[in-house]
């Protein structure tokens, strides 16, 4: 249901373009109403009140007015900028990545309070818990989840019968889980050992504070890592240009860990 | 975009309409203005524009050391002997140059990267003149390298990657204070603000 003429909304800033001569066309997922585009006049100039408010990754409270093509910010009040996530480059671009995503799956003018919560934890994960990897791969499981793709984990996607323990293989397009004996014509598979297909299925019903308990190894992270990517990628259809700038960082030498 | 409400318009200032039209915050009501303002224009007025863009297209380049835009290279202030080559400045664009020398607080060298890290928008350290500052820096006598990006989130986030590049270098490393306000540009900025910025820079 779209808004009415002026309305509230809590919202993420995701992303912002320069819009005009100062103001800024700002991207949100907000809690009530999903995806939302605004033009927050003025946004630009040094001297405006609300310069900065509309950084990404900024959790800010609107008041807005429709417009007959884009809806004007009224009001905004920041209530969360998540300061310490973006005073380091690897938690920062993590973030970005949260938010791109989030922008990917996200629909407009259709709310979905799973997602923005999702969105608002991770956030809140990423920054308190910086080595915490497995943060982002639960937050892609859980975002296909709450975005109704959630693959299958526990049966053939094909033949529908319950997985035997190590015969099976992942395919992102049929949906999730293969059995050995089925292999749907034109779809992707890829192998998939037991002992991914464990964390994927602990990811799902895992929340954040047990994450440490699920720390796996190097060569497992980098299978359900590359497995979720896959995944995300196909359902995304378009390339994640925050993963360039991840990518770039790893192979950087690795900051001594700021306090 | 559209031309539609001047059916009768020439072929050739339809053309200038839609050229203008092309320009940034230049819409399609201010184009037709301007381009009514550029036909009134004495002839000898509008050519010079014409040869002003045409010039500027032929002759600017990039300085090699401080990759601002040039027509002579290197640039007026990399060849300027009174300018301390201890110091150099990183900004985004060569508009950050032209504010920062109004304040006339600093006497040091330029670095331009044309741009930010944005990757949100696919934009990383490579597509920036970060690869030509970093082995400038190896090659001379530089003390301070002094981050003037903006104050926006893209900004930070290429100062960031600017300092960690450099952790245990021998530069010391600073940073405009936070006198701007966050999501600011420099562009945007009073002189003052700016040199208050510049003199109360702390070290990244
Ligand atoms: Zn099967
Ligand atoms: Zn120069």
């Known amino acids: 249901m779209p808004p009415p003429k002026t309305y509230r909304a809590e919202g993420l800033v995701l992303k912002n373009i320069p819009f005009g001569e100062a103001d800024l066309l700002v991207t949100l997922y907000s809690r009530e109403f999903g995806k939302l585009k605004a033009v927050a006049k003025g946004a630009r100039r040094s001297n405006s009140k609300i310069v900065g408010h509309f950084e990404p990754l900024t959790v800010a409270k609107l008041s807005m007015a429709r417009g007959r093509t884009l809806d004007i910010v009224n009001q905004v009040e920041v209530t969360e900028n998540f300061s310490s996530l973006k005073s380091d480059l690897t938690t920062l671009a993590r973030g970005l990545y949260v938010a791109e995503l989030v922008d990917g799956f996200g629909s407009e003018a259709s709310s979905n309070q799973q997602l923005y919560d999702l969105a608002i934890e991770t956030l809140g994960a990423i920054q308190q818990h910086p080595s915490w990897e497995l943060v982002l791969r639960r937050f892609e499981l859980h975002l296909m989840r709450a975005s109704g793709f959630m693959p299958e984990l526990f049966h053939c996607v094909d033949c529908r019968k319950p997985l035997e323990p190590e015969q099976h293989r992942f395919s992102p397009d049929a949906g999730g889980t293969l059995c050995l004996d089925c292999a749907p014509y034109g779809v992707q598979i890829r192998s998939l050992s037991l002992r991914a297909l464990k964390v994927l299925r602990l990811l799902h019903r895992s929340r954040i504070a047990d994450l440490p308990q699920l720390q796996a190894h190097e060569s497992l992270e980098q299978e359900v890592k590359s497995l979720l990517s896959t995944a995300i990628s196909y359902w995304m259809d378009k390339e994640i240009r925050t993963n360039s700038f991840l990518n770039h960082l790893e192979r950087l030498p690795k900051a001594e860990v700021s306090s | ?204």
């Open chain 2, 1 to 204: 975009m559209t031309t539609e409400h001047l059916p009768s318009a020439a072929p050739s200032l339809a053309r200038l309409i839609q050229e203008l039209n092309k320009l940034p915050g230049v819409g399609p009501k201010s184009a037709q203005r301007l381009a009514y303002y550029i036909i009134r224009l004495p002839n000898e007025e509008a050519f010079d524009l014409a040869e002003a863009i045409s010039a500027v297209k032929h002759n600017i380049v990039f300085c090699q050391e401080c990759q601002n835009l040039t027509d002579a290279d290197p640039c007026t202030i990399c060849a300027n002997p009174q300018r301390t080559r201890e110091q150099i400045c990183v900004v985004e664009d060569p508009l950050d140059v032209l504010a920062l020398e109004r304040t006339h607080c600093y006497h040091g060298l330029y670095h331009v990267l044309h741009g930010v890290i944005s990757p949100l928008n696919g934009i990383g350290p490579e597509q920036l003149k970060l690869k030509e500052l970093f082995p400038r820096l190896a090659n001379t006598d530089v003390k301070e390298l002094i981050i003037a990006t903006n104050p926006t989130l893209e900004g930070e986030a290429t100062a960031m990657y600017i300092s960690r590049h450099l952790q245990g270098a021998n530069i010391k490393v600073t940073h405009l204070a936070r006198g701007l306000p966050v999501g600011g540009s420099l562009e945007y900025s009073d002189e003052l603000t700016l040199s208050r910025a510049f003199q109360g820079r702390q070290e990244a």
